[in-house]
């Protein structure tokens, strides 16, 4: 995972979409009351944007995700769930494309007070022609609370059995 340090987090504070952040500044997730719960709920209400593959709303949706996320964490992204040739065929049309989670779960709290969340789901792409075709996906996020605002600063994406593009 690429852990990035408090100061070089940034976006916009995770306090949209009715997950709770912890008020109390201080050190990212320790004495703020940053919870694996808070960690869980934070993750499972980022993944409605990171994951977005509809065509009238994924470059919104994935625009706002990006905000919650520091550099290196939206390369890691881009590189294994968004890449330039999925996001232009969905946009174009040619890829119609649904992400449907199946378990969202904090799994350890490191002691700088930053939670692991393991995600596993199923990402299901269909271009014109063909039959949909499905490829489980796995990945940990590590997710910091600082000064109140909540990030995903590492992702560690988990080999599945169908590598590459589905379609």
Request: hydrophobic share 35%; glycine share 10%; aromatic share 8%.
């Amino acid at each position: 995972m690429q852990a990035q340090s408090p100061g070089q987090l940034q976006g916009q504070p995770m306090q949209q979409g009715g997950v709770p952040t912890a008020q109390t500044p201080g050190q990212p997730g320790v004495g703020t009351g940053f919870t694996p719960q808070m960690a869980t709920q934070f993750v499972t209400v980022w993944l409605q944007r990171a994951m977005d593959y509809n065509m009238q709303t994924c470059q919104t949706s994935h625009k706002e995700a990006f905000d919650w996320m520091t550099p290196n964490t939206v390369q890691a992204f881009r590189q294994g769930y968004w890449t330039p040739d999925i996001e232009q065929a969905v946009m174009s049309g040619k890829v119609s494309a649904a992400f449907q989670p199946i378990s969202v779960q904090a799994t350890y709290m490191n002691p700088d007070g930053g939670i692991i969340v393991a995600m596993t789901g199923s990402l299901v792409m269909q271009s014109a022609g063909t039959s949909p075709a499905t490829q489980p996906l796995a990945a940990d996020f590590l997710v910091k609370q600082d000064n109140g605002n909540v990030r995903v600063v590492g992702i560690n994406i988990h080999p599945t059995a169908q590598q590459g593009s589905p379609y």
